[in-house]
């Protein structure tokens, strides 16, 4: 079938500049292809697809005269299987919840965020995060610390000091002022008023730096001098394989 019959069937110019869209669909979203019908893309009112559909814009198109979406196109299969049947996913929640969010299809968003794998994270480990001063900023600084120590290394190590509650940061004051004087660096998480634990936190800080393709564990960080017994359950090595 030629460009120009692909894009005669799936709409044509009307009067004022409006298009006329076919009652079926071709969609390439990210090289992945799709078939489905105008009434379904248009399903959500307020989303970006009835946006996209409406007639009041010229989509963009492929090659093959294709309605084009520059976007992953995995798991628009599911969006679309919601748009057709109100079905809301159980696998891959957390993909598919990224992609309702970007097509602002609202009432999928709403039943994700009720599962339990959206609503832990947003209601459960978001809020706390949100609780730990800097927490982000840090989980970069991390990052930038271990890239500068991998040059012809196959590990790179990190220490991180947790500390709960003001009174932990009063515990390991000494030991960080011994670091300082090395010239090592160290990162800070804490203190923080949530209920999770320092082993809660280094999880978190695991998930997210693996969440950036790093592959890492950790372990109590021994030093060789200055450290005080007590200190030992704050401090942490982040340890960073990179082949």
Avoid at 49 to 76: C, H, N, V, W
Wanted: with cysteine.
């Amino acid at each position: 079938m030629s460009n120009s019959s692909i894009q005669n069937s799936q709409g044509k110019q009307e009067k004022g500049g409006l298009q006329a869209l076919s009652p079926i669909i071709q969609l390439n979203v990210g090289g992945e292809i799709y078939t489905t019908t105008l009434n379904t893309l248009k399903k959500c009112p307020g989303s970006k697809l009835a946006e996209m559909f409406s007639g009041q814009f010229k989509p963009k198109t492929d090659s093959e005269g294709r309605y084009f979406i520059d976007r992953e196109g995995t798991y628009f299969k599911y969006i679309l299987e919601y748009l057709r049947s109100s079905l809301v996913p159980t696998q891959f929640i957390q993909d598919v919840y990224k992609e309702a969010l970007f097509y602002e299809i609202e009432p999928l968003v709403k039943q994700l965020e009720d599962t339990p794998q959206i609503f832990g994270e947003l209601v459960g480990r978001k809020q706390f995060l949100a609780r730990v001063p800097n927490y982000y900023e840090n989980i970069e600084v991390m990052i930038r610390i271990a890239r500068a120590e991998a040059v012809a290394s196959r590990h790179s190590n990190v220490i991180v000091c947790v500390v709960k509650t003001e009174e932990d940061v009063a515990k390991c004051q000494d030991a960080l002022n011994t670091l300082d004087t090395d010239k090592k660096s160290v990162v800070k998480f804490g203190p923080w008023k949530a209920t999770p634990s320092i082993g809660d936190l280094l999880d978190c800080i695991k998930i997210d730096i693996e969440a950036r393709g790093h592959k890492i564990f950790h372990q109590t960080h021994v030093a060789e001098k200055g450290f005080r017994l007590k200190s030992y359950d704050f401090f942490f090595k982040f340890v960073f394989t990179w082949w």
